[in-house]
C-alpha cells in the first residue's frame, strides 16, 4: 500500500494497526500498540514526536541493516532558512503520506513530500506582542496529528499561545474548531487562545502582563482520543530574579471544536492534593512548575504522563518553603476528566534546575516472577531512570529516601532528604570527590587538585552557595550539571520488543553561586515579577580549567547506557563518538593511553528493527558521522559520514517501500536513505 491522502475514508482509516493487530502481524510483544502508526509492506508511519505515544522513538521499519548501511545516502535536503530556522530541535511527523514540521521563531508549521522534500504547503499566525517576548520562540520540537472522520488535522501550540488547529491536506485552518481571536488578521476559525483559560487577566495582543509572569510553549500537544492536551513553558528559571510568575498549568481542549475541556492546577490551590507542600502560601504567586519537555499518553487507558520542570527560580527557593508539588514531578492525568490519577516528585524543593527534561518512555515489561508489567520511564538529568507501574505509579523497584546535605544560604530550607530508585544502576557520574578527578599522570592529578580547591566539591544534591560563602569558595559543583546527564538535546530511545532503554549522556557539572535579588535582576532585561528574591542566579561561573585544557574528571565524557529493563540492569555501556584530537594529540599525555574517551556530545538516537542508529562526530570535531550499534551487545556494525550532525533527535520510517532516516541539521532536514529512494533528478529542496 502506499502513501494515502489524508481525504482517506473512515473505513480505510480504522485500518491503523491497533495494539493487539499489530502485535499479531509483526510477530512483536504488546506494547508496540502504544501508536497509531500504519504499518504495511511499503508504509511505516511516525505518528508523534516520539514516534508513538509510549515516545519510545523506535520503528519496525526493517531495510536498513548492518550488511547495507554503508550504502546509505543523502536523498534529498529541506532548507528552512527561509522560515528563519535555525536550531533543529522538530522532529517532523510522517503520517498519511505527508511529513509534517515546524521551523523558525514564527512556528511556521510546514508540510514536506516525504520523496523529494519539496514543500507542499505552510502555515502561520500573524504577530503579536505576547510572540515577539517568547523566550521559547524558536524551540518548537514538533506537531500534533490526529483524524477527524478521516480527514487528518495537524495542531500545533504557538510561542504566543494560541492553539492551531490546520487541515492536514491544505494547510488552511480548520472549519469549526475554536472561533475569531480579536486580533487583526487572524482567521475566523482554527484557533483557541489558551490564555482566556489560564484564569489571569490578559490583552489578547500583548498577553499577560509581565509583573504576573509569562507563558509560553516549546513541545507541541498530544491528541489523546478526543483530548487535545498542551504543556507549556516559562521564562527561564536562571533568567529569573522576581518571586512572582504564573503556574504552567495543564490545558486540555476537544479536538474537534476546540472548546475547552478542563484544566489540572500544576500549583495545589486550598483543598488540593498536594497544597500543604507550599508552606507560606506562596501557591499565591509563585509560578512555572511547567511542562516544557514532550508529554506521553497512553490512550487505550485515557492516561497521560506529564514531566514537569522546578517552580520560580532556579537555585534558590527561600521563598517557598516545602517540597512543592508537583515541581520536577511526573503526574499522571485522566486525559478526560484532567484529574490526578498518580504522581511521583523526582526532586524535592528543586534549587539545582533538574527539571525532568524528557518525555516518559512507556514499556511493557517481562519481569522475572512477575510477568508482563506495564511501566513507565522517567529520565532525568541527575543520572537516573525512575521507573512506575503506569498504571498505579507505584516503583517497579525500590525507592530509597536518603539524606542529603543541607544548605548555607541564608533563607534556604531544603528537603533532608530524596529519592533514589535503587535500580537500574545511575548512568553517570553523580556528585564529584578527589576520586573523580583525572589522574593520567601524577602532574595532571596535582593540577586538578589544586584547581579544584576553589571549589565546592560534594554528592548529588550539594546545593548552590552564595557569594559571600565563608570558606571563599568560587561556586559550588552540582554534578551531573543542570544540563544533564540527559537532557532533552539528545531524547532516550527504547525498543519495545526486546524491553531495552538506551540513554544519551555527557559527564559536566554545573558550577553555581547565587547573589542578592536585586543584584541578578540587573542583569535581566524585561523580568517577569514584581518583587525581588534575597537571591537569585548570579553570572555563571567559568567552569574548572587545566592549562592543558583536558576536562579536570575521568573519561568518558560521553556514553550510551543500555539497561534492560525487565530486570533493571545495564546491558553495555559504551563512548560515543571518538576521542577529540584536543585529547589524544595534547601533549600533557604524550605516551598515555587514554582509551576511547567520547566526544563529550549528548547524541541524538533511533531505534529500528535491526539497529541502534546514532549521530556524532570525528575525532577532529568537524566530520559528522552516523553510526550503527548492535542494539544486544553495543559494537559498531557501521559508520558513515553524513552533512552534518543531528540535533535534538532522529526518525525514521518508510514510505513508497523505502525506509528513511531524518537528521536535524540545523535549518536543514537530512533524508538518508537507500540509492533507490532517490526521486528522478535526485533534486535537493
Same mark, same amino acid.
Given at each position: 500500500?502506499?502513501?494515502?491522502?489524508?481525504?482517506?475514508?473512515?473505513?480505510?482509516?480504522?485500518?491503523?494497526?491497533?495494539?493487539?493487530?499489530?502485535?499479531?502481524?509483526?510477530?512483536?510483544?504488546?506494547?508496540?500498540?502504544?501508536?497509531?502508526?500504519?504499518?504495511?509492506?511499503?508504509?511505516?508511519?511516525?505518528?508523534?514526536?516520539?514516534?508513538?505515544?509510549?515516545?519510545?522513538?523506535?520503528?519496525?521499519?526493517?531495510?536498513?541493516?548492518?550488511?547495507?548501511?554503508?550504502?546509505?545516502?543523502?536523498?534529498?535536503?529541506?532548507?528552512?532558512?527561509?522560515?528563519?530556522?535555525?536550531?533543529?530541535?522538530?522532529?517532523?511527523?510522517?503520517?498519511?503520506?505527508?511529513?509534517?514540521?515546524?521551523?523558525?521563531?514564527?512556528?511556521?508549521?510546514?508540510?514536506?513530500?516525504?520523496?523529494?522534500?519539496?514543500?507542499?504547503?505552510?502555515?502561520?499566525?500573524?504577530?503579536?506582542?505576547?510572540?515577539?517576548?517568547?523566550?521559547?520562540?524558536?524551540?518548537?520540537?514538533?506537531?500534533?496529528?490526529?483524524?477527524?472522520?478521516?480527514?487528518?488535522?495537524?495542531?500545533?501550540?504557538?510561542?504566543?499561545?494560541?492553539?492551531?488547529?490546520?487541515?492536514?491536506?491544505?494547510?488552511?485552518?480548520?472549519?469549526?474548531?475554536?472561533?475569531?481571536?480579536?486580533?487583526?488578521?487572524?482567521?475566523?476559525?482554527?484557533?483557541?487562545?489558551?490564555?482566556?483559560?489560564?484564569?489571569?487577566?490578559?490583552?489578547?495582543?500583548?498577553?499577560?502582563?509581565?509583573?504576573?509572569?509569562?507563558?509560553?510553549?516549546?513541545?507541541?500537544?498530544?491528541?489523546?482520543?478526543?483530548?487535545?492536551?498542551?504543556?507549556?513553558?516559562?521564562?527561564?528559571?536562571?533568567?529569573?530574579?522576581?518571586?512572582?510568575?504564573?503556574?504552567?498549568?495543564?490545558?486540555?481542549?476537544?479536538?474537534?471544536?476546540?472548546?475547552?475541556?478542563?484544566?489540572?492546577?500544576?500549583?495545589?490551590?486550598?483543598?488540593?492534593?498536594?497544597?500543604?507542600?507550599?508552606?507560606?502560601?506562596?501557591?499565591?504567586?509563585?509560578?512555572?512548575?511547567?511542562?516544557?519537555?514532550?508529554?506521553?499518553?497512553?490512550?487505550?487507558?485515557?492516561?497521560?504522563?506529564?514531566?514537569?520542570?522546578?517552580?520560580?527560580?532556579?537555585?534558590?527557593?527561600?521563598?517557598?518553603?516545602?517540597?512543592?508539588?508537583?515541581?520536577?514531578?511526573?503526574?499522571?492525568?485522566?486525559?478526560?476528566?484532567?484529574?490526578?490519577?498518580?504522581?511521583?516528585?523526582?526532586?524535592?524543593?528543586?534549587?539545582?534546575?533538574?527539571?525532568?527534561?524528557?518525555?516518559?518512555?512507556?514499556?511493557?515489561?517481562?519481569?522475572?516472577?512477575?510477568?508482563?508489567?506495564?511501566?513507565?520511564?522517567?529520565?532525568?538529568?541527575?543520572?537516573?531512570?525512575?521507573?512506575?507501574?503506569?498504571?498505579?505509579?507505584?516503583?517497579?523497584?525500590?525507592?530509597?529516601?536518603?539524606?542529603?546535605?543541607?544548605?548555607?544560604?541564608?533563607?534556604?530550607?531544603?528537603?533532608?532528604?530524596?529519592?533514589?530508585? @535503587?535500580?537500574?544502576? /545511575? *548512568?553517570?557520574?553523580?556528585?564529584?570527590?578527589?576520586? $573523580?578527578? =583525572?589522574?593520567?599522570? !601524577? %602532574? #595532571?592529578?596535582?593540577?586538578?587538585?589544586?584547581?579544584?580547591?576553589?571549589?565546592?566539591?560534594?554528592?548529588?544534591?550539594?546545593?548552590?552557595?552564595?557569594?559571600?560563602?565563608?570558606?571563599?569558595?568560587?561556586?559550588?559543583?552540582?554534578?551531573?550539571?543542570?544540563?544533564?546527564?540527559?537532557?532533552?538535546?539528545?531524547?532516550?530511545?527504547?525498543?519495545?520488543?526486546?524491553?531495552?532503554?538506551?540513554?544519551?549522556?555527557?559527564?559536566?557539572?554545573?558550577?553555581?553561586?547565587?547573589?542578592?535579588?536585586?543584584?541578578?535582576?540587573?542583569?535581566?532585561?524585561?523580568?517577569?515579577?514584581?518583587?525581588?528574591?534575597?537571591?537569585?542566579?548570579?553570572?555563571?561561573?567559568?567552569?574548572?580549567?587545566?592549562?592543558?585544557?583536558?576536562?579536570?574528571?575521568?573519561?568518558?565524557?560521553?556514553?550510551?547506557?543500555?539497561?534492560?529493563?525487565? @530486570?533493571?540492569?545495564? /546491558? *553495555?555501556?559504551?563512548?560515543?563518538?571518538?576521542?577529540? $584530537?584536543? =585529547?589524544?594529540?595534547? !601533549? %600533557? #599525555?604524550?605516551?598515555?593511553?587514554?582509551?576511547?574517551?567520547?566526544?563529550?556530545?549528548?547524541?541524538?538516537?533511533?531505534?529500528?528493527?535491526?539497529?541502534?542508529?546514532?549521530?556524532?562526530?570525528?575525532?577532529?570535531?568537524?566530520?559528522?558521522?552516523?553510526?550503527?550499534?548492535?542494539?544486544?551487545?553495543?559494537?559498531?556494525?557501521?559508520?558513515?559520514?553524513?552533512?552534518?550532525?543531528?540535533?535534538?533527535?532522529?526518525?525514521?520510517?518508510?514510505?513508497?517501500?523505502?525506509?528513511?532516516?531524518?537528521?536535524?541539521?540545523?535549518?536543514?532536514?537530512?533524508?538518508?536513505?537507500?540509492?533507490?529512494?532517490?526521486?528522478?533528478?535526485?533534486?535537493?529542496?
Amino acid at each position: 500500500m502506499k502513501s494515502r491522502s489524508s481525504t482517506m475514508s473512515g473505513s480505510i482509516a480504522k485500518k491503523l494497526i491497533s495494539l493487539s493487530c499489530l502485535a499479531a502481524i509483526l510477530g512483536l510483544t504488546p506494547q508496540i500498540a502504544l501508536s497509531q502508526n500504519l504499518v504495511t509492506g511499503d508504509t511505516v508511519e511516525w505518528y508523534t514526536l516520539g514516534g508513538d505515544y509510549a515516545h519510545t522513538r523506535y520503528t519496525p521499519a526493517d531495510e536498513i541493516t548492518a550488511e547495507n548501511f554503508s550504502d546509505l545516502e543523502v536523498a534529498w535536503e529541506w532548507d528552512g532558512t527561509s522560515f528563519g530556522g535555525q536550531t533543529g530541535r522538530s522532529t517532523p511527523t510522517y503520517v498519511d503520506g505527508k511529513l509534517f514540521t515546524v521551523s523558525g521563531a514564527r512556528r511556521h508549521v510546514v508540510a514536506i513530500d516525504p520523496k523529494t522534500g519539496e514543500t507542499l504547503w505552510s502555515y502561520r499566525l500573524p504577530n503579536t506582542g505576547r510572540w515577539e517576548y517568547s523566550m521559547r520562540a524558536s524551540y518548537g520540537k514538533g506537531i500534533a496529528y490526529s483524524r477527524i472522520d478521516g480527514r487528518g488535522v495537524v495542531y500545533i501550540s504557538t510561542p504566543g499561545f494560541f492553539l492551531v488547529a490546520l487541515d492536514a491536506e491544505t494547510g488552511a485552518p480548520l472549519e469549526g474548531f475554536g472561533g475569531q481571536v480579536p486580533i487583526a488578521g487572524f482567521p475566523k476559525t482554527g484557533v483557541v487562545d489558551m490564555l482566556a483559560n489560564l484564569g489571569h487577566p490578559y490583552d489578547p495582543y500583548e498577553g499577560i502582563p509581565l509583573e504576573t509572569g509569562y507563558i509560553t510553549t516549546s513541545s507541541p500537544p498530544i491528541v489523546v482520543n478526543d483530548a487535545i492536551v498542551v504543556g507549556n513553558s516559562a521564562e527561564q528559571g536562571y533568567n529569573q530574579a522576581r518571586i512572582e510568575n504564573v503556574p504552567g498549568d495543564i490545558l486540555a481542549y476537544d479536538k474537534v471544536t476546540g472548546e475547552f475541556k478542563w484544566k489540572f492546577n500544576v500549583i495545589p490551590r486550598p483543598g488540593e492534593y498536594g497544597h500543604e507542600t507550599w508552606e507560606n502560601d506562596a501557591w499565591q504567586w509563585t509560578g512555572d512548575v511547567s511542562s516544557w519537555a514532550p508529554l506521553t499518553a497512553d490512550p487505550e487507558n485515557n492516561i497521560v504522563y506529564v514531566p514537569t520542570n522546578p517552580p520560580t527560580i532556579d537555585y534558590y527557593g527561600g521563598f517557598r518553603p516545602g517540597d512543592n508539588l508537583f515541581g520536577t514531578s511526573v503526574i499522571a492525568l485522566d486525559t478526560e476528566t484532567g484529574e490526578r490519577r498518580w504522581h511521583f516528585q523526582t526532586v524535592k524543593h528543586d534549587v539545582w534546575n533538574y527539571d525532568n527534561p524528557a518525555a516518559p518512555i512507556q514499556l511493557d515489561l517481562n519481569i522475572p516472577g512477575r510477568g508482563t508489567v506495564p511501566a513507565v520511564a522517567q529520565v532525568t538529568k541527575q543520572g537516573f531512570v525512575y521507573t512506575f507501574d503506569r498504571m498505579t505509579g507505584e516503583p517497579i523497584w525500590p525507592m530509597e529516601e536518603r539524606a542529603v546535605p543541607a544548605s548555607e544560604v541564608p533563607g534556604e530550607k531544603l528537603a533532608t532528604t530524596q529519592p533514589f530508585p @535503587t535500580k537500574p544502576p /545511575a *548512568f553517570e557520574m553523580q556528585g564529584i570527590s578527589e576520586e $573523580d578527578l =583525572i589522574d593520567f599522570t !601524577p %602532574a #595532571l592529578r596535582r593540577e586538578a587538585l589544586e584547581v579544584m580547591a576553589n571549589y565546592d566539591m560534594g554528592p548529588l544534591f550539594n546545593p548552590p552557595i552564595h557569594a559571600a560563602n565563608e570558606a571563599g569558595k568560587i561556586s559550588s559543583a552540582m554534578c551531573p550539571g543542570d544540563g544533564g546527564g540527559a537532557n532533552i538535546t539528545a531524547p532516550p530511545v527504547a525498543d519495545p520488543t526486546t524491553g531495552f532503554l538506551y540513554v544519551s549522556s555527557t559527564r559536566a557539572c554545573s558550577w553555581q553561586r547565587i547573589i542578592p535579588g536585586e543584584e541578578a535582576d540587573a542583569r535581566i532585561s524585561n523580568p517577569t515579577g514584581a518583587t525581588f528574591a534575597a537571591y537569585a542566579n548570579g553570572p555563571r561561573s567559568r567552569p574548572p580549567r587545566l592549562d592543558s585544557g583536558i576536562p579536570y574528571f575521568k573519561p568518558p565524557y560521553s556514553t550510551i547506557t543500555a539497561y534492560d529493563m525487565n @530486570t533493571g540492569e545495564i /546491558a *553495555f555501556q559504551i563512548p560515543t563518538g571518538e576521542t577529540p $584530537d584536543r =585529547i589524544r594529540n595534547n !601533549p %600533557a #599525555l604524550q605516551g598515555v593511553d587514554v582509551g576511547d574517551t567520547g566526544t563529550g556530545n549528548q547524541v541524538p538516537m533511533v531505534t529500528t528493527a535491526n539497529l541502534l542508529i546514532y549521530s556524532d562526530t570525528d575525532h577532529d570535531g568537524q566530520t559528522a558521522l552516523l553510526y550503527a550499534i548492535d542494539k544486544q551487545s553495543g559494537d559498531e556494525v557501521g559508520r558513515i559520514e553524513v552533512p552534518a550532525r543531528s540535533r535534538y533527535g532522529m526518525s525514521s520510517w518508510k514510505h513508497d517501500g523505502h525506509q528513511y532516516i531524518i537528521l536535524q541539521t540545523g535549518s536543514k532536514l537530512t533524508a538518508m536513505a537507500m540509492p533507490g529512494a532517490r526521486a528522478e533528478g535526485g533534486a535537493a529542496h
